[in-house]
């Protein structure tokens, strides 16, 4: 493929010259072969375009320092540069996505089938699981058996993926063909930092998340209002307070069924599977969060370091223990599936607890109302700590893709204002099949999605990609009703003042070498640490132990692994 595109561009590089020496003024025609329609259609529209533009002057001189990419862009005939379809005749295109739990069956998507339909594009879909993708991801690389595009999945070692040519770099592309994506990295260029590989080339099209509310990643907190008046108590403002309130779900039967041991006080949802006992929620009333996208290193004023063997996180660790040996926080947090923290969560039999959305308990949603941060004796104030407006970069073109330009236009539109709606449910083309449009001129889903049994999000997961996260799209307040309903939005006023101010920071892309030392680090690091959390906040290790647990930290070479991220902070300013 690559000796390839070699070849081509060379060739492409003569025919400018014959143009050139042939002097024939601004030729669109140039690159040779062309004799089909398509092609022709194709290129005079440029030359129409490229005239109504105020930089390309002189065809020729703009065309001899074409980027080699954009020069075949402009070579396929087939291809069109704006609007819709993409191509003339059909391009066929084999797509890689990950598909959680949340979703459906992706061959079957309303929004996905209307816009390959639009686009002129046959998708061949290779659906692998959420489980088993990292594996299987593995496996393509290795034996470069790549399709065209990666979707809603991330490449475990994408570093080396970079390095070996695997997935290429779209910035020229970008450049060329972009109405979505470009504008908003420009709106928000943190997003645009964190996407880049350490040689500065963007290798994938991030989502892209402006929707505030989201941006908790579930430390919004709710507590239960029916609770709080069957027992005649105030909404807490301390965390001594908010201990009260719980000790009070826990022994007065504020359900009222007679059972005085049947409520949760505390709950904690866990469908990510990942049993840390979400203590992000609670080290925010602490005033203390992460940044970088790890949850054990801190920025503060510029500079870097390990929040976990802080005093200050001991306290919250010591809360966290009160929480848990008191019976105020859900005991089986650290044994439970994330099925079952769900259910426990919707069954409306829990006192508080931390979601963005309402979406996982909409049938007894009318018990809860928002529950601002709370106060800490340390005297900083509480912050709700935001994700990234970075989705994460989940979307790649690979080097196996022999007309990159197609599909970047194709990836390209779910990031623009009509394309994120569509994959949103929201078309007026689909108007009847997947959402219906209110007088107002806002969107909802179709009413058989709305009363679907299974709940809203099961039925929305069905029409679309975008429930289980990691799409590579631009989510916002417009394209996402089943996680920013009615209820979600008359409760944000509460949260949002103490959404994290100060700039948000994704994980870091590091060169492979660094990559490697993290990884390296971290394998150990990172188990030891969630581990003692929960032998901490459980009682099984006993906070005599503190000094000896922050030695080992030291071995364990936080201090290295701390300087790589202030390195990488730095070299961001
Ligand atoms: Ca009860």
Redesign the pocket.
Known sequence: MKKRNKWLSMFLVIAIMISLLSGCGAGKEDSGSGTNNARTDAASKTETETDTETDTGSGDAAQAALPEIIAQAKADGNFNEEGFPLVNETVKKTVMIRKPGNIGDVEKMETLNYIAEKMNLEIEWIVVGADGWDERINLMLSTNDLPDIIMKGTIPNLSAAIEDGQVIAVDELMEYYSDGIKPLLEEYPGVDISARASDGKLYTLPGINTLRPNLTSHRNLWINRQWLDNLGLEVPATTEELLDVLRAFRDG???????????IPYAVEDSGATHNGRADIISGLFGLYYNMGYENIRLEGGKVSFLKNTDEWKEVLQYMNTMYTEGLMDNEIYTQTGDMSIAKISSGNVGVFGLSSDDLFTTVSDQYVALAPVQSPNGKTPVIQLASNSMGSNTFITSADETPWVSFRFLDYFFTEEGSMTVGCFNEDLIGATCQKNEDGSWDYSDEMINDERGVAVAVGDACPLPGGGFGYWRNENNSNYIYSAKVQENVPVWEPYYQADPVYGTPLFDSETQENVDEIKTDLDVYVSECQAKFITGEMSFDDWDKYCATLESLRVDELVSYYQAYYDSLQ
């Open positions: 039967d504020p359900n009222g069924n007679g059972n005085a041991a049947d409520e």
